[in-house]
């Protein structure tokens, strides 16, 4: 077991750390990939244009007052331009930047510290009008969806993964969120992992606010079997793993 109080150290701020050492940007190396590329897909689904006019009724002050977690959805699939616009919300890539000709930072709709984004987007889609059920990864670079697998057994996969949420079997989408630590540690080392938490709670306050816009509902989870998760997403569980994920549903 864990000593609890050497647990709280990873909470601080541990920039002085980073004056014995040299990162790996100071080190001249370069700077990893701003997304992971996706070699092996089924098929690539290229996302609408989103006319914001649909989504833009309530205020942002309605959002908030509107807010909170929901944990029972409606039968009703989402639509594909309403998926688009909860991955803008959550990714959705505003400017990017070039050096050598190489795309090496982008500035999106959240905050990240150092603008690193270490995060990509996997979807478990169970009611998408127009896409089958399956696992798909959204390239927030390319504005794109890949789908990579299409297992039947997704919906007891996620709820056993989840310690028994079963809510999270009935929702329309579950968006999970995997971190690639390498990407925030090239320029803060050991400072990088404090951050990246920090981010991940912007990504899933966006998801609760854009879901108010399109009458659906959401519920933060952080209550999940890291190797089952890892597992479900086929991910290494140590250069990339799961971080937080967030089932999505109509609830109007
Ligand atoms: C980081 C985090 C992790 C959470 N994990 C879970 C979870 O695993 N299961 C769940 O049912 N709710 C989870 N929640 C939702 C909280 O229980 C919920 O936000 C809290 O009860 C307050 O309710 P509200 O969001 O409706 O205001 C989580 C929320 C956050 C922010």
Same mark, same amino acid.
């Given at each position: @077991?864990? %000593?609890?109080?050497?647990?709280?150290?990873?909470?601080?701020?541990?920039?002085?750390?980073?004056? #014995?050492?040299?990162?790996?940007?100071?080190? =001249?190396? %370069?700077?990893?990939?701003?997304?992971?590329?996706?070699?092996?897909?089924?098929?690539?689904?290229?996302?609408?244009?989103?006319?914001?006019? =649909?989504?833009?009724?309530?205020?942002?002050?309605? #959002?908030?007052?509107?807010?909170?977690?929901?944990?029972?959805?409606?039968?009703?699939?989402?639509?594909l331009?309403?998926?688009?616009?909860?991955?803008? #919300?959550?990714?959705?890539?505003k400017e990017?930047?070039q050096?050598?000709?190489?795309?090496?930072?982008?500035?999106?709709?959240?905050?990240?510290?150092? *603008?690193?984004h270490?995060?990509?987007?996997?979807?478990?889609?169970f009611r998408?009008?127009?896409?089958?059920?399956?696992?798909?990864?959204?390239?927030?670079?390319?504005?794109?969806?890949?789908?990579?697998?299409?297992?039947?057994?997704?919906?007891?996969?996620?709820?056993?993964?989840?310690?028994?949420?079963?809510?999270?079997?009935?929702? #329309?989408?579950?968006?999970?969120?995997?971190?690639?630590?390498?990407?925030?540690?090239?320029?803060?080392?050991? *400072?990088?992992?404090k951050?990246?938490?920090? %981010?991940?709670?912007?990504?899933?306050?966006?998801?609760?606010?854009?879901c108010?816009a399109?009458?659906?509902?959401?519920?933060?989870?952080?209550?999940?079997?890291?190797?089952? @998760? %890892?597992e479900?997403?086929?991910?290494?569980? =140590?250069?990339?793993?799961?971080?937080?994920?967030?089932?999505?549903?109509?609830?109007?």
């Amino acid at each position: @077991m864990r %000593d609890i109080i050497e647990g709280r150290e990873f909470l601080k701020a541990n920039f002085l750390d980073l004056e #014995a050492i040299s990162t790996d940007q100071q080190k =001249k190396l %370069d700077p990893p990939p701003l997304e992971k590329s996706v070699e092996n897909f089924i098929s690539e689904i290229e996302l609408p244009v989103i006319d914001f006019s =649909k989504f833009s009724q309530q205020s942002l002050t309605e #959002a908030f007052k509107q807010r909170r977690s929901h944990r029972k959805f409606t039968e009703q699939p989402l639509q594909l331009e309403e998926l688009s616009y909860l991955l803008w #919300a959550t990714q959705g890539v505003k400017e990017t930047f070039q050096r050598e000709g190489r795309t090496v930072a982008s500035f999106r709709t959240v905050p990240s510290a150092g *603008a690193r984004h270490p995060f990509e987007t996997y979807l478990i889609i169970f009611r998408i009008d127009s896409l089958e059920q399956g696992i798909y990864k959204y390239s927030a670079i390319e504005n794109k969806l890949f789908l990579l697998q299409k297992e039947n057994d997704l919906a007891s996969g996620i709820v056993e993964a989840t310690f028994g949420q079963s809510f999270t079997a009935k929702s #329309a989408v579950v968006f999970v969120w995997s971190c690639i630590p390498y990407r925030a540690e090239w320029r803060y080392d050991i *400072a990088a992992h404090k951050g990246i938490l920090l %981010d991940a709670g912007h990504v899933g306050q966006n998801l609760y606010l854009a879901c108010e816009a399109i009458g659906a509902g959401t519920c933060a989870i952080a209550a999940y079997n890291q190797k089952k @998760m %890892d597992e479900l997403l086929k991910l290494d569980g =140590k250069d990339e793993f799961v971080v937080y994920l967030s089932p999505v549903g109509k609830t109007k």
